[in-house]
């Protein structure tokens, strides 16, 4: 797979009349057996594409249910490595993006490089020995949202080599100018952040998110995927506009920890 079967999987779902979507699931949630299922239910339940937490001991982007899950599944084992060989034998049909902080990618394959080269060339290299383990896994893409436009280069660069996507992360607070400077180098689609702070479901979404949606559209020729606070369709609805993608996080993960099935929650979206 690759940046291109991202672009693709939302075109396909955008040809049929219908706004893509995108679960997340952090790797090995609720437990490493039940996440493997879900993972199926997903698939088998219409996910165009289903983006993978990478579980880090310190998620600042992530509001309360996505945070418990990563630490739960840092407690039960789960690393990136656990979940790209789980995925390897898994090899699930659905593509799929990992979404990691930069600390967990940079050090997957940090051991294995040369100390004496010099530093960025060994990110590069650590990088890419990742990525191409991602690929073979059947992995098309990395969100990793705290690494800005200024130091994306490496990953970019190794990600790309490998046909991998990196997934941009705009929000309200993302001029058109800063947007523009991202296109050169975003592949797969564009994650649009629905308000500022961290992920969590919430009530309603502001109505600067349409201004958000109309800056990007302008940016990017990418599909644009809403995230942060989705928790049923009737939101979109009251937006009064549409993104080509959903992505839909913590309403997911708190429906798993409840011991609802995957595809429950997806119904409601499929209707």
Not at 1 to 13: G, V
Not at 83 to 105: C, D, F, H, Q, W
Not at 202 to 210: D, I, M, N
């Amino acid at each position: 797979m690759s940046d291109q079967t991202l672009t693709q999987a939302i075109s396909k779902a955008r040809q049929k009349g219908r706004v893509a979507l995108i679960p997340f699931l952090t790797g090995g949630y609720p437990d490493r057996e039940l996440f493997w299922t879900a993972l199926t239910e997903l698939t088998d339940s219409g996910a165009d594409i289903i983006e993978i937490g990478v579980p880090f001991s310190d998620p600042v982007a992530d509001g309360p249910v996505v945070a418990a899950a990563s630490l739960k599944a840092l407690e039960l084992g789960v690393d990136l490595k656990w979940i790209l060989e789980g995925l390897a034998r898994a090899k699930p049909k659905t593509p799929l993006v990992l979404m990691s902080y930069a600390n967990p990618l940079v050090q997957y394959a940090w051991p294995k490089t040369d100390p004496g080269l010099a530093l960025e060339t060994r990110l590069f290299e650590s990088l890419g020995l990742l990525a191409k383990d991602a690929l073979e896994a059947g992995v098309s893409g990395f969100i990793v949202p705290d690494v800005p436009l200024e130091e994306a280069g490496p990953f970019q660069k190794a990600f790309s080599q490998c046909g991998l996507a990196l997934v941009p992360l705009v929000g309200p607070n993302t001029s058109l100018e800063r947007m523009e400077k991202y296109a050169p180098w975003a592949s797969g689609y564009v994650y649009v952040v629905s308000v500022l702070g961290t992920t969590g479901v919430r009530e309603g979404l502001p109505p600067e998110t349409v201004q958000t949606l109309e800056r990007a559209k302008k940016a990017f020729k990418l599909p644009l995927a809403l995230g942060f606070g989705l928790r049923h369709p009737s939101q979109l609805q009251d937006l009064g506009a549409s993104p080509d993608a959903v992505i839909i996080g913590s309403a997911l993960l708190k429906h798993l920890a409840e011991g609802g099935r995957a595809s429950e929650f997806m119904a409601p979206w499929l209707a």
